[in-house]
């Protein structure tokens, strides 16, 4: 101990202790507090009872001794926190050549355990920003479960734990699996471990164990959770070819017994399935639907995603079905049946398979499909609208063959549809003529009567309404959109997008915004701003006030008719479009309107127009 310290518990300013506790606080060694952090000490001053901490925002900052022994805790040199201050580069190194390492340091510096989100508040901002740290994090997890000396927990927020004994991934897989009791689980910790099996990982026994309670879980999981139950299965069956023992006898639970008598609409079973089991669960179904699974398959194929039709191709193939599919598929394109996942994958997949469809009746189905899915809140055709314009081979390829009677009905089709956005339709309609340069007067004309519809249907507005809808599009265009985005890119980088409820969140928010942005940008295309100045008061119109008496109960009324985006019910301020605006408008003093009521309407007479005159500001 040093002299001073010695004088200070002669002192009696500290105790001994505390003295013991402040030799490891001396200066130029590092310490930790709850509150503010990593810090190092610079300088003693214990004559006057203090020392001089650097944290990290929070320089010089002087603290009493006694306070600095209860609340500081001393960090060696070696700690990740002083190595990340005085060499950080080394960190970022090891982060990429050695990241089983730095976990395991990360972890024996804190007592051997430590959550995910506490590892990231360590090398966040300092190595990673947060989406490098999700993605570099969720490859290290991966070598941490083969190193075997760390426990990985299923739930985020539980610590991961080091463990001086080597523990074989698929022994802590297997416990995971017995301790586990939804299917959710039980099918994720029994997948894993598939993943770390081989014919001599588990003794013959263990796997006869590992049978027992999956059948037994598959049957729990049969009404309430059947996706997972079969996932169950299919994780047996796998299983069960390591022996021959093993094989399923009759007595224990089949995919096919579940399929045959499932309550559960098919479509809706494949929604809950990864798509990487959907070829096992599909050969199936001629044994189960000896009859009629082709039938069974075509009704799967309404609701499929073009990753389960490339699935269903497949069945048919496998037995030798392809003209029956390729009938099928002809049936629901011309009775305007397929959906758009389905259109999508015929059009992604044109130059391998059924190369026929690939023509304007497939272009009119489509464009069919698109306007249905518009009212089912626009979630399901996104996937083919995209195809639609960023395959830049698409629109030629359907109509490469389109005699120019047909390629004239397909415009017609394009510039009435409420589907796409002006700027869509006419990169559509530019594409079409590129092919049939001879209905350039078609599209010319369409175009010029919509210029002239959009001049009558002018937004008349105050200039102040007209700057906060401006203020609204740009906050949408340079902030929300921005981050939504961001927000996006970091989802996907979670993983599993079928099951990433951050990523769906993110892209239905994605629907929400751009669907505000072309609502406002079409908006403001039409807005006209004014100051109501001058208005008409020999009729009432925009920029007058109105005043009004009851015919029955004599009752008096004002009412100001403004722009569009100027109602104001408090101040009776009304909006030419609102439905009193209109049943006043182009009406002189000393006419009767009608009015609507609580109950049933009323009758008005008009005593006085007068201009507007108050601060729209206000």
Not at 389 to 404: C, G, K, P, V
Not at 419 to 438: G, M, Q, Y
Not at 495 to 500: A, I, M, P, Q, S
Request: charged content about 30%; overall charge neutral.
């Amino acid at each position: 101990m040093t002299d001073e310290l010695t004088q200070c518990i002669a002192a009696g300013k500290i105790t001994h202790p505390d003295a013991e506790k402040l030799q490891a606080l001396s200066p130029g060694s590092y310490c930790k507090h709850r509150s503010w952090g990593f810090g190092r000490i610079t300088e003693w001053h214990l004559l006057t009872d203090q020392i001089v901490i650097d944290f990290v925002g929070k320089k010089n900052h002087p603290m009493q001794l006694h306070y600095a022994v209860e609340t500081l805790v001393p960090i060696a040199e070696n700690h990740i926190l002083a190595r990340l201050q005085n060499d950080p580069e080394t960190i970022r190194e090891e982060a990429k050549k050695n990241p089983v390492g730095l976990i395991r340091m990360i972890l024996e510096n804190h007592g051997g355990a430590a959550t995910v989100d506490e590892i990231s508040e360590i090398l966040v901002p300092a190595i990673f920003d947060t989406a490098s740290f999700k993605k570099w994090f969720d490859t290290t997890k991966k070598k941490l479960k083969a190193d075997g000396h760390f426990e990985i927990p299923t739930k985020k927020n539980f610590p991961i734990k080091l463990q001086e004994v080597k523990v074989e991934q698929h022994h802590r897989t297997l416990e995971q699996f017995h301790a586990s009791r939804h299917p959710k689980q039980q099918v994720a910790a029994i997948d894993a471990l598939i993943k770390t099996l081989d014919a001599s990982t588990l003794s013959l026994e263990e796997l006869q164990i590992v049978i027992r309670h999956l059948d037994d879980a598959a049957r729990r999981a049969e009404r309430l959770h059947i996706a997972k139950g079969l996932e169950l299965l299919l994780a047996r069956n796998e299983i069960a070819r390591f022996h021959k023992e093993l094989e399923p006898a009759s007595s224990q639970p089949s995919i096919t017994e579940f399929l045959a008598n499932t309550l559960k609409k098919l479509h809706d079973i494949f929604a809950e399935l990864p798509a990487s089991k959907y070829r096992r669960i599909l050969k199936n179904f001629p044994t189960v639907f000896p009859q009629k699974w082709q039938d069974q398959a075509q009704q799967l194929l309404r609701h499929a995603e073009p990753r389960l039709v490339s699935e269903i191709f497949y069945l048919f193939k496998e037995h030798k079905s392809e003209a029956d599919f390729a009938s099928i598929l002809a049936r629901m394109i011309q009775d305007r049946s397929a959906s758009s996942d389905l259109l999508s994958w015929i059009c992604e997949e044109r130059k391998k398979a059924f190369p026929e469809f690939i023509n304007s009746e497939l272009l009119s189905a489509i464009i069919s499909s698109l306007e249905r899915d518009m009212h089912l809140e626009g979630k399901k055709g996104n996937r083919l609208q995209e195809l639609l314009f960023t395959d830049r081979e698409l629109i030629a390829d359907l109509l490469a063959s389109a005699h120019d009677d047909i390629a004239r009905n397909i415009i017609r089709k394009i510039m009435m549809s409420p589907v796409f956005s002006d700027l869509d339709r006419r990169s559509l309609l530019a594409r079409i003529l590129k092919i049939h340069p001879e209905l350039q007067s078609l599209v010319t004309g369409h175009q010029e009567k919509e210029h002239s519809a959009a001049r009558d249907e002018n937004l008349i507005v105050s200039w102040k309404s007209l700057e906060r809808r401006k203020n609204e599009y740009e906050n949408l265009i340079n902030k929300l959109i921005p981050q939504n985005t961001k927000d996006i890119s970091i989802a996907r980088s979670y993983g599993d997008l079928r099951e990433n409820f951050e990523f769906k969140s993110a892209k239905e928010q994605q629907t929400v915004l751009l669907r505000q942005k072309g609502e406002l940008e079409l908006l403001l295309n039409r807005a006209r701003g004014t100051n109501f100045e001058n208005p008409d008061t020999s009729v009432v119109s925009i920029g007058t006030v109105v005043s009004l008496q009851d015919k029955v109960t004599e009752e008096k009324e004002v009412y100001s008719i403004l722009g569009a985006w100027d109602g104001a019910p408090e101040k009776r301020w009304v909006s030419y479009q609102a439905v009193i605006g209109q049943a006043l408008l182009g009406h002189a003093q000393g006419d009767v309107v009608t009015l609507p009521a609580e109950k049933g309407d009323r009758s008005m007479i008009i005593e006085k127009i007068e201009p507007f005159t108050e601060n729209i500001e206000s």
